[in-house]
Every structure is written in structure tokens, then in C-alpha cells.
């Protein structure tokens, strides 16, 4: 069993940033996979980026490439969010999610969920 617990939303101006951070209790955190997805009002939630277990393996949606970035410290048992640049549209509920080993673009292949965290960007 995986808890996941973000942290780090919040209402920020467009153009600003924020770190979203997302702690895992898996005492085997560095053999999971780790994801972050959105769900704005209204939308279907979507996927924004993952790491692989040991970070050599990283993906973006391409509404997100090159402004946002995800890392891991497994060492702290966290996966960070860093957003920069962000737009009205990257407002939504962040999650981020567990899959043991691989990573994937599906968010139906992640095991563990943590409950997400609010990100608003006034224009």
C-alpha cells in the first residue's frame, strides 16, 4: 500500500510559478513509477508528466513541455512539480499517482492516488 499526500498549490498570477511536492509512505518508493495529472472544471483529468523509478525516464504532455519540470528525491520519498510560466489554463486540481515499476501516459494504469491539490492562476 502507497499513501500519496500533495502539497504546495495555491492561487498564483499568470506568469508565476509554483513547486507542487507529493510525498509517498512506500518504504519501496524507488521501485514506483510516479505521475502527475490535472483535472480543471468540468474536464476529464489529464495527464501532465511521469518519472520512472529512477528518474533516467521522463515525460511531458505538450501543453506543459518546456514549462513545467518533474523530479524525485527517493532518498525523501517525494516527487516535486516545479511550474513555471503557468497560464488560467493550467488551473485545476494536481494529483499525482503510483504505478509500481513502469511509467505510463494512462492514468488507469496507476495504482495509488494521493487526494490533490488545488492550483489556480489568475490572469
Known amino acids: 500500500q502507497v499513501q500519496l499526500v500533495e502539497s504546495g498549490g495555491g492561487l498564483v498570477q499568470a506568469g508565476g510559478s509554483l513547486r507542487l511536492s507529493c510525498a509517498a509512505s512506500a518504504r519501496t518508493f524507488s521501485t514506483y513509477a510516479m505521475g502527475w495529472f490535472r483535472q480543471a472544471p468540468g474536464k476529464e483529468r489529464e495527464f501532465v508528466a511521469a518519472?520512472?523509478?529512477?528518474?533516467?525516464?521522463?515525460y511531458y504532455a505538450d501543453s506543459v513541455k518546456g514549462r513545467f519540470t518533474i523530479s524525485r528525491d527517493n532518498a525523501k520519498n517525494t516527487v516535486y512539480l516545479q511550474m513555471n510560466s503557468l497560464k488560467p489554463e493550467d488551473t485545476a486540481v494536481y494529483y499525482c499517482?503510483?504505478?509500481?515499476?513502469?511509467?505510463?501516459?494512462?492514468?488507469?494504469?496507476?495504482?495509488?492516488w494521493g487526494q490533490g491539490t488545488q492550483v489556480t492562476v489568475s490572469s
Open positions: 499517482a503510483a504505478r509500481y515499476v513502469s511509467t505510463s501516459y494512462n492514468q488507469n494504469d496507476y495504482s495509488y
Open positions: 518519472i520512472s523509478w529512477g528518474g533516467s525516464s521522463i
